[in-house]
């Protein structure tokens, strides 16, 4: 069995083929994520269609002209983004909502141009096990 996942309330769950790989992994800082996910950044494990099984029914809209996101819509996470015209017959997998997130090592980040400018810095924050108390 492939590596799995799913939204928060596990309303959707999705399934990899075994042995499937990510065309790229990649974590992205572009304004557009940024507000669909509402964190500084977002990873995305680009994969070809036919190699996950979507269990679920996620809902989507068009946030760009040839974009799609989907995310559940009981609980809200983010799930999937699709887009024809420059990824045709693949899917992006928001890569933080497998149940291994280590399963596929982050290859690169993208779309710095737009990253905020405190993530320059947040290596060097003080760093706690659990929230400091």
Known sequence: MGEQGGCHCSAVRY??????????????HCT???KASGAPAVGWALFAK?????????????SSEHA??????SCGTGLFYTNEAIFPGKIDI???TLDNPDAFPLQAEI????????MDKVGELPRFERYPG
């Open 94 to 96: 928001q890569s933080a």
């Open 32 to 34: 557009d994520c940024r």
């Open 111 to 118: 779309q710095v141009a737009e990253r905020i400018g405190w």
């Open 68 to 73: 799609e996101r989907h995310f559940c819509v």
């Open 50 to 62: 036919d190699d996950i099984e979507i269990g679920g029914e996620p809902a989507s809209y068009r």
């Open 15 to 28: 399934r990899l083929k075994d042995g499937a790989a990510p065309v790229h992994h990649a974590l992205c």
